[in-house]
């Protein structure tokens, strides 16, 4: 059974200062998946990661895929306030004889102090 | 604005009934996917068509069924609402299409379907 799971749940941080986010996940997949929610709002794509060893970049934002360790990891570089949002991972699998799977992580809230 | 509407916003109905989301893809996009969001469930990926077709099937209930016209607008239809179907419902649209989310895709804003 594909599982993903998020770490920290919650992230409390100050401007200026760095941190990752960890995606694991129990199921061979070289596609990872990142968003972002801002409160009350839709989702937004931000990272597409589709082999091991992948890196994006978007800003501060720095997304990377490890998929022997079946971890991904998303870097902040010198927060802002403005980063201050649930981020979610999803992985998805289409197992030779099975039904597809897509699974959300159960995000990471993160809140960057002025 | 991410170009992908959906319609309602909100929607108040009754345990038992049937209602019909919508949502119009960004211009160009021919893949639609649907997804819930809840406090008990989390995000959880419903279907996704393409062109037409069925292309990925998610944790998609049988009471729901979802289905895209050939102006490629999508409608997700919900029936025998359960109080535990009141949730978020998003779409969103990519440009292509192959089976799996290996497109960026662009969220509508979202329907909020409260059952009482």
């Known amino acids: 059974e594909l599982k993903v799971e998020q770490n920290p749940l919650f992230l409390s941080m100050q401007e200026g200062k760095n941190y990752t986010i960890y995606c694991n996940y129990s199921?061979?997949?070289?596609?990872l998946y990142w968003y972002r929610q801002d409160p009350g709002k839709s989702l937004e794509s931000l990272f597409v990661?589709?082999?091991?060893?992948a890196v994006k970049q978007e800003g501060r934002l720095m997304a990377s895929l490890d998929t022997k360790a079946r971890l991904s990891t998303l870097h902040i570089t010198a927060a802002v306030h403005d980063l201050s949002a649930t981020y979610f991972c999803?992985?998805?699998?289409?197992?030779?004889?099975?039904?597809?799977?897509?699974?959300f992580g159960t995000g990471t809230r993160l809140k960057v102090l002025a | 604005d991410s170009g992908v509407t959906q319609t309602p916003k909100h929607l108040i109905t009754a345990t038992g009934q049937r209602v019909t989301l919508r949502c119009s893809p960004r211009?160009?996009?021919?893949?639609v996917y649907w997804y819930q969001q809840s406090l008990d469930q989390g995000l959880q990926f419903l279907i996704q068509?393409?062109?037409?077709?069925?292309?990925a099937k998610g944790n998609i209930l049988e009471r729901f069924s979802a289905q895209q016209f050939p102006d490629l607008h999508s409608e997700l239809n919900l029936s025998s609402l359960e109080l535990g179907d009141s949730a978020l419902y998003f779409c969103?649209?990519?440009?292509?299409?192959?089976?799996?989310?290996?497109?960026?895709?662009?969220f509508g804003p979202g329907t909020r379907l409260t059952v009482t």
């Open positions: 969103a649209s990519s440009p292509g299409g192959a089976g799996g989310m290996v497109y960026e895709q662009y």
């Open positions: 999803a992985v998805d699998i289409l197992p030779p004889s099975g039904t597809y799977k897509y699974i």
């Open positions: 068509y393409y062109n037409g077709e069925e292309r």
């Open positions: 199921t061979t997949s070289d596609r």
């Open positions: 990661l589709l082999s091991n060893g």
């Open positions: 211009s160009g996009d021919l893949s």
